[in-house]
């Protein structure tokens, strides 16, 4: 048998298989990275403004999830979070707050760099023509942080895509574990499957990834430096 | 040294003081009058607080000492608008600072509409009719990114003229452009001394600070030690102080000892 590798894809509901375990990875991104949204923006701005407490702190938490692996932060989400805390949590909950403790961290940093790259003379330009402390920040800081931004944050959805591709270890039935079942499934039928399963994962990841890179390319070109 | 004191005075500097947050003078006791429609060139050495004074008329600096009147009134007491006050002092300072998230026309509204609340089909005719006199007439719609240095600022200029300031405030505006720049925006600022603009203008050109100032103020370590008129500063420029900054813009044959001017 030839392409017997490619009609193990075919067979029963194994595509859709594999597209229900690639929708469970992108909810979790994208969930993750809504919250992070909430949590980020704040954060960044914090961290870019004078208080000098709470930046303290928020550095510390930054650093803190910078040194650690984020396989390891699933793993203490969802293990010990389980038998120490006595929460059961499921492992797309413990994926969801860990990408999230993640994506926040991440994203405020995107957003105090966007901020804090405004030149000074672009405030006292503002500032010159008479508007309100409030009116610079809201006409001139914040679309020019945006600007920065966005290109950025929206990398920062394809890392969290790719990232996602842990929580397999943690027993999310995602894409990855998917094709790991339907590879086992047909180990001494097919045991050519893994490359044509694993391809198809490849280009599923692509397909979702690609699209959002070319937005962050494309947002970049529309608004240089 | 006696002061020069005008009729008319728009802007009026008394006993001025200034220090930074790190200990350093600023201004060290500066006192002059600006009247209406008169064009004062600033020059001194770098570092000897040209940019300060200018950053204490619009509040960019605080002012530890001393008063600056507008009109007569006190804009440096406590609990003074300077947005208020910024929309009559109007400055322009040494980098290409327009907005770069707004084009030209973009630019040239955010005051008129955001600040003065004037009609956009009035202020755009008005930015229309600043852009046609400096030469940018079909420039309305780029990008800032798209103009030269020059370009972007005779925009700043008009920008400024955009709030009709009752004074203008220039810093070293042509400092960081390229020579063959330098004409185009100076030209600008002499329609605008022979229109009546009143003008305090920091300039390393000394041959434009002839040309266009009534009057020269010369400023060392935080005070202005000379006030003379164009003529006479560049001279007989009574401080030997003076005298020196000024051989600094000569070249006279072979290398002395001595620099170019920073
Ligand atoms: N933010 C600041 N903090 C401390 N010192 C400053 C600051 N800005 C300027 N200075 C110092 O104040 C002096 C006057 O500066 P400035 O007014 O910019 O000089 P000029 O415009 O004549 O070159 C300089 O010695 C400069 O180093
Ligand atoms: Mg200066």
Same mark, same amino acid.
């Given at each position: 048998?030839?392409?017997?590798?490619?009609?193990?894809?075919?067979?029963?509901?194994?595509?859709?298989?594999?597209?229900?375990?690639? !929708?469970?990875?992108?909810? /979790?991104?994208?969930?993750?990275?809504?919250?992070?949204?909430?949590?980020?923006?704040?954060?960044?701005?914090?961290?870019?403004?004078?208080?000098?407490?709470?930046?303290?702190?928020?550095?510390?938490?930054?650093?803190?999830? !910078? /040194?650690?692996?984020?396989?390891?932060?699933?793993?203490?989400?969802?293990?010990?979070?389980?038998?120490?805390?006595?929460?059961?949590?499921?492992?797309?909950?413990?994926?969801? /707050?860990?990408?999230?403790? !993640?994506?926040?961290?991440?994203?405020?940093?995107?957003?105090?760099?966007?901020?804090?790259?405004?030149?000074?003379?672009?405030?006292?330009?503002?500032?010159?023509?008479?508007?309100?402390?409030?009116?610079?920040?809201?006409?001139?800081?914040?679309?020019?942080?945006?600007?920065?931004?966005?290109?950025?944050?929206?990398?920062?959805?394809?890392?969290? /895509?790719?990232?996602?591709?842990?929580?397999?270890?943690?027993?999310?039935?995602?894409?990855?574990?998917?094709?790991?079942?339907?590879?086992?499934?047909?180990?001494?039928?097919?045991?050519?499957?893994?490359?044509?399963?694993?391809?198809?994962?490849?280009?599923?990841?692509?397909?979702?990834?690609?699209?959002?890179?070319?937005?962050?390319?494309?947002?970049?070109?529309? !608004?240089?430096? | 040294?006696?002061?020069?004191?005008?009729?008319?005075?728009?802007?009026?500097?008394?006993?001025?003081?200034?220090?930074?947050?790190?200990?350093?003078?600023?201004?060290?006791?500066?006192?002059?009058?600006?009247?209406?429609?008169?064009?004062?060139?600033?020059?001194?050495?770098?570092?000897?607080?040209?940019?300060?004074?200018?950053?204490?008329?619009?509040? $960019?600096?605080?002012?530890?000492?001393?008063?600056?009147?507008?009109?007569?009134?006190?804009?440096?007491?406590?609990?003074?608008?300077?947005?208020?006050?910024?929309?009559?002092?109007?400055?322009?300072?040494?980098?290409?600072?327009?907005?770069?998230?707004?084009?030209?026309?973009?630019?040239?509204?955010?005051?008129? $509409?955001?600040?003065?609340?004037?009609?956009?089909?009035?202020?755009?005719?008005?930015?229309?009719?600043?852009?046609?006199?400096?030469?940018?007439?079909?420039?309305?719609?780029?990008?800032?990114?798209?103009?030269?240095?020059?370009?972007?600022?005779?925009?700043?200029?008009?920008?400024?003229?955009?709030?009709?300031?009752? $004074?203008?405030?220039?810093?070293?505006?042509?400092?960081?452009?390229?020579?063959?720049?330098?004409?185009?925006?100076?030209?600008?600022?002499?329609?605008?001394?022979?229109?009546?603009?009143?003008?305090?203008?920091?300039?390393?050109?000394?041959?434009?600070?002839?040309?266009?100032?009534?009057?020269?103020?010369?400023?060392?370590?935080?005070?202005?030690?000379?006030?003379?008129?164009?003529?006479?500063?560049?001279?007989?420029?009574?401080?030997?102080?003076?005298?020196?900054?000024?051989?600094?813009?000569?070249?006279?044959?072979?290398?002395?000892?001595?620099?170019?001017?920073?």
């Amino acid at each position: 048998m030839v392409n017997s590798g490619l009609e193990v894809l075919f067979e029963g509901r194994n595509f859709i298989r594999l597209l229900a375990g690639l !929708w469970t990875s992108l909810r /979790i991104a994208l969930a993750a990275f809504g919250l992070s949204a909430v949590f980020g923006l704040p954060f960044g701005l914090l961290l870019a403004s004078k208080h000098r407490v709470v930046k303290f702190i928020l550095r510390a938490y930054l650093r803190f999830i !910078w /040194i650690m692996p984020q396989l390891v932060l699933l793993f203490v989400a969802y293990f010990y979070a389980s038998s120490a805390l006595g929460l059961n949590l499921s492992g797309q909950a413990a994926a969801v /707050i860990v990408f999230t403790a !993640w994506g926040a961290a991440e994203l405020s940093d995107l957003v105090r760099g966007a901020v804090t790259s405004v030149p000074r003379h672009q405030y006292e330009s503002a500032q010159a023509l008479g508007l309100t402390a409030n009116q610079v920040q809201r006409l001139v800081v914040l679309p020019q942080s945006a600007r920065r931004l966005l290109p950025q944050a929206v990398n920062l959805v394809t890392r969290m /895509i790719k990232t996602t591709s842990l929580i397999v270890l943690i027993g999310v039935v995602e894409v990855l574990k998917v094709a790991q079942q339907i590879i086992d499934a047909n180990r001494f039928s097919h045991p050519d499957a893994a490359l044509w399963v694993y391809g198809t994962v490849f280009v599923l990841y692509f397909a979702a990834c690609y699209p959002i890179s070319r937005l962050a390319k494309h947002l970049e070109k529309k !608004w240089p430096n | 040294m006696a002061q020069l004191t005008s009729d008319n005075p728009i802007l009026q500097l008394e006993d001025v003081r200034q220090r930074y947050p790190n200990g350093h003078v600023g201004l060290d006791g500066v006192s002059f009058d600006v009247a209406t429609s008169e064009v004062v060139a600033i020059v001194g050495p770098s570092g000897c607080g040209k940019s300060t004074l200018l950053r204490c008329v619009n509040g $960019l600096e605080t002012i530890a000492g001393g008063s600056i009147r507008l009109d007569g009134q006190v804009i440096t007491g406590p609990g003074v608008r300077w947005e208020l006050i910024r929309q009559r002092v109007g400055m322009v300072f040494q980098e290409y600072e327009l907005f770069p998230h707004l084009d030209v026309l973009g630019n040239l509204l955010l005051g008129p $509409l955001k600040v003065a609340k004037e009609e956009r089909t009035e202020a755009t005719a008005r930015a229309l009719g600043l852009l046609e006199r400096v030469g940018l007439a079909d420039r309305a719609d780029a990008w800032p990114r798209q103009l030269s240095g020059g370009q972007k600022q005779r925009v700043a200029i008009i920008r400024c003229l955009m709030m009709r300031p009752e $004074l203008l405030l220039l810093d070293e505006i042509t400092a960081s452009l390229d020579p063959e720049m330098v004409r185009e925006v100076l030209d600008v600022v002499a329609g605008l001394a022979a229109d009546g603009m009143t003008m305090l203008i920091v300039t390393h050109e000394m041959s434009f600070a002839r040309a266009v100032a009534d009057r020269v103020l010369f400023m060392d370590a935080g005070r202005v030690i000379e006030t003379a008129s164009p003529e006479r500063f560049f001279n007989q420029p009574a401080t030997d102080r003076a005298r020196q900054f000024l051989a600094m813009f000569r070249f006279d044959g072979p290398p002395q000892r001595g620099g170019a001017p920073s």
